[in-house]
């Protein structure tokens, strides 16, 4: 005669509540799920952002006598939001939100950024007010020699093309900035302007008669402002011209 055991549920008691072992194996198969539930999310998520890119496809556009309408090739930087041929653009420059100068400037498009970025020369940067001389990368160029990417020789340099505005936006720490009084104009920005001259002038009078033997009285007033500008010279002069006079008069 075989003697059959049974596997009896051993409870615990601990501060007043009673515990069952099987209690933790449940636990542990929970915390299990979650993590795999929780590393799904994230790795969809991850997916997401990855896959979350617009793209024109320029084998949408239509097609004439078995030819692309189109050159396929020359529309590739159009294939992202913002992008833009390479070439030469005439645009509004501004360092750090200041308007410094308005001129052509040459795009080139930077692997490393994905996008156009200007073609500078430390000659630019100079009269825009960026300390050349004490930058060791600037330092060592000439003054015409072509810069790419501004970060390379400026750290932290970061150029933004706004082509809908026709505006460069350079943002440029200001340790390598002169200090330099708000709405200074650089001197190599200085003209002496036309051959000229003004002649301003403010005239009154008036004239008063009287017919009881009073005084008859006549007075004029000229004020003249002319200047002559030759060269950097600028002459000013305000001039004021005053004539009065006083008649007797007898009685009627």
């Known amino acids: 005669m075989r003697c059959i055991t049974r596997q009896k549920k051993i409870n615990k008691q601990i501060n007043g509540h009673e515990t069952c072992p099987h209690n933790g194996l449940l636990h542990f198969q929970l915390k299990i799920v979650y993590q795999v539930i929780a590393g799904v999310i994230v790795a969809s998520s991850v997916v ?29 930087q159009f294939s992202k939001p913002g992008g833009q041929m390479e070439g030469q653009y005439h ?7 200041i308007s410094v100068d308005s001129k052509d400037i040459d795009f080139i498009y930077d692997k490393n950024s ?3 970025i200007p073609v500078l020369t430390k000659a630019e940067l100079a009269a825009w007010g960026v300390k050349v001389d004490s930058l060791p990368k600037l330092a060592m160029l000439s003054s015409e020699e072509s810069i790419g990417a501004i970060d390379t020789v400026i750290p ?28 200074t104009v650089p001197m190599s920005q200085w003209e002496n302007g036309i051959p000229a001259l003004a002649l301003n002038y403010y005239y009154s009078g008036s004239n008063n008669w009287s017919r009881n033997g009073g005084k008859d009285t006549n007075s004029h007033y000229l004020n003249l402002r002319s200047g002559l500008n030759l060269g950097p010279w600028r002459l000013k002069t305000i001039r004021p011209i005053r004539i009065a006079r006083v008649k007797e008069n007898g009685g009627i």
Do not use: C, H
Not at 91 to 97: E, F, K, L, R, T
Not at 156 to 183: C, F, H, V, W, Y
């Open 48 to 76: 997401n952002s990855a896959l979350a890119d617009d793209y024109f496809s320029p084998n949408s556009l239509s097609v004439v006598n078995g030819q692309s309408v189109a050159d396929l090739q020359n529309l590739e």
């Open 91 to 97: 645009v509004d420059i501004m360092v750090n939100g």
């Open 114 to 116: 994905d996008q156009l």
């Open 156 to 183: 932290d340099a970061q150029p933004k093309l706004e082509l809908n505005q026709q505006r460069l936006r350079i943002s440029i720490p200001q340790i390598a900035m002169d200090k330099t009084a708000s709405g």
